[in-house]
């Protein structure tokens, strides 16, 4: 008795192979879709925006003359607000995806402590702007400062700093962990000889999203009441200073046509520092993903 | 359970006339004993996976431990270096004398253990690391920094290895880029290097081919002479081949520790005599 009968797989072959073509020309559909909204974004920005992008924008503060405006003080201050989160976010967000995976027990409070780290990365940015500004701007009196403004954003995304890095501390094989144990290693050695150097090219990957999103984020500054034009660059980590992504709001939100092209220049400055960023952070993983 | 009184004979035979009772006789009278297992008890939660194990493993001998899947073989070679601890569920009773102390003491560091207990796994697990690297890793984490003296362990334990030759010019390259058989032998090399007392084997050759299988068997001989080996092993003919005590293991008893000539002509149990004639497991 054959259960398998030659005709009629032939006819479905058929069907088989139309439903596999279907469903590539969706995929494709969909690749293009998110392709496309993206190179007509660009565009209008590049049209809108190249004509104010030059030295004088670069290297001028704030002003009420869209042609006299510039994004010295959001630039400098996006950068300065990037050198507190990233260590911060990275050391904390790593660390606690380390412990959780070599060191605590699997038990209720260690499952407890894992659903609110999910659960966290879903809290809406605002909430950690109100956090943020009841802690680091009035109990620890740190003012709107680079230093409030960053451990607010740091609280923001380290969850998803956290849950991209214990994936990849999980994805590393049991038995590398092993073969290391078994030789007398410590935990320690173990996490930064096998676990570590196996995780990075994973745990860069987590943050460099994260941190992107941070550089984009607007509503925790508003929040914490970060100024939005300033004529000084900070003078150091509790300054006050302003963001780049901050800036381009406010010029967006004014009534004189012209601010829109300058809006416009600051998304490209934006872009461009955030390419810059994540390019740093890519030769970091690469550098990884070589050596092993 | 171990048959007590086979195994008080075998003493007293040893020290009557070690040349009868060992194959590979040594010229020493009576082999020391490297690990001492008393009634040791293990659990994984309310999984009773060792019952009442009593062994003793002596040195400069292979011992083999064969038995059917389940019967807490691995276990049991993975208690002697306190793997088992990896697993959270774990818990033991009773005692593994190690040269005189107790594993499970306190006081007793797992490092420290470890060190003197080497381990091969099952599947080959280099680490994605260079050759080098790779056999470098023990003394490294000992705190071994010379470059001059990690060149001459590494070439020491790849020879000891038998793999040398083959990876002599390619010490650089990825350890991932070698077959599974000289994966193996890698590993083995890298348990070297940290000079260990004792090497254990969990069926170090259930993923190789038969050639690989055949160049570890005879590198286990070699070995035998500077190291105390035990060896878990599903197949019945390699653990005839290689060594010299084998203990039978049955739903985590032993059920028959004794000679290897022994086991497979004579068994004094039926079920070992059932296992090994093929008639289970």
Known sequence: MKYINNTVVMKRMKTRLNLNKIWKMIFLFATSLALLALVLLLIRIISQGTGYLNWDFLNNFGSRFPEKAGIKAALVGSFYLMLVIAPVSMFIGVGTAIY???YAKKNKITDFIQMNISNLAGVPSIAFGLLGLTIFVRMFALGKSILAAGFTMSLLILPVI???AQEAIRAVPKEQREASYGMGATKWQTITRVVLPSAIPGILTGSILALSRAVGETAPLVVLGIPVILQFLPDGLLSQ???????????????????????????????I??????????????KFQKRY | MVDLKTK???????????????????????????????????????????????LSIKENEVSAIIGPSGCGKSTYIKALNRMVELVPSARTTGEIIYRGRNIFDASYEVEELRTRVGMVFQKPN??????????AYGPRIHGIKNKKILDEIVEKSLRGAA????????????AYGLSG??????????????EPDVILMDEPTSALDPISTLKVEELVQELKDNYSIVIVTHNMQQAARISDKTAFFLNGEVVEFDNTDKIFSTPTDQRTEDYISGRFG
């Open chain 2, 8 to 54: 008080n004979e075998n003493e007293k035979l040893i020290i009557k006339s070690p040349s009868q009772v060992d194959r590979e006789a040594s010229p020493s009278i009576e082999k020391s004993t490297v690990f001492e297992t008393k009634n040791f008890d293990l659990w994984y939660g309310d999984h009773h996976a060792l019952k009442d194990i009593n």
């Open chain 1, 100 to 102: 959780l995976e070599e």
């Open chain 1, 162 to 164: 956290i849950v991209a």
């Open chain 2, 181 to 194: 058989g000289q994966q193996q032998r890698i590993c083995i090399a890298r348990c070297l290097a940290i």
């Open chain 2, 163 to 174: 793999i040398w030759d083959e990876v002599k010019d390619r010490l650089n390259q990825n």
């Open chain 1, 241 to 271: 200073f302003t963001t780049l992504p901050l800036q381009i709001f406010d010029w967006a939100k004014r009534p004189q046509e012209e601010f829109q092209y300058v809006a416009a220049a600051g998304i490209i400055v934006l872009m």
């Open chain 2, 126 to 135: 280099p680490f994605p690391k260079s050759i080098y690297d790779n056999i």
């Open chain 1, 273 to 286: 520092f955030l390419v810059i960023m994540n390019s740093i952070a890519i030769t970091i993983r690469n």
